[in-house]
């Protein structure tokens, strides 16, 4: 059982990337789903999460207004949409899911491999 990201890549100041949190081996519904980003020499910084049954989300304030979670429990998969890129984005993205349909921050059970996102001109 794990998780897969993907959708990063190297996109201009202001532009979009949609990432994908996909399970495989287990089922996504009972499990909230955090993102988080390094950046090199940073430490890592939580960036959004979304509960179980995607009623809820709770962004950083310094993605608010530009970075949307949202999930589709059909598909095993949860999406983080962000908008309005800028350079200080850029970071190594990764998903993580914890256990019960809210967000704790307590144990995470299964964490994705990261993909990257670099936001220059």
């Known amino acids: 059982a794990h998780l897969v990201e993907s959708g990063g890549g190297l996109v201009q100041p202001g532009g979009s990337l949609r990432l994908s949190c996909a399970a495989s081996g287990f089922n996504l519904d009972y499990y909230a789903v955090a993102w988080f980003r390094q950046a090199p020499g940073k430490e890592r910084e939580g960036v959004s999460c979304?509960?179980?049954?995607?009623?809820?989300?709770y962004p950083a304030d310094s993605v608010k207004g530009r970075f949307t979670l949202s999930r589709d429990n059909a598909k095993n998969t949860v999406y983080l949409q962000m908008n309005n890129l800028k350079p200080e984005d850029t970071a190594v993205y990764y998903c993580?899911?914890?256990?019960?349909?809210?967000?704790?921050?307590?144990?995470?059970?299964?964490w994705g491999q990261g993909t990257q996102v670099t936001v220059s001109a």
């Open positions: 979304i509960t179980g049954s995607g009623g809820r989300t």
């Open positions: 993580a899911a914890e256990s019960g349909n809210y967000c704790r921050g307590v144990k995470y059970d299964y």
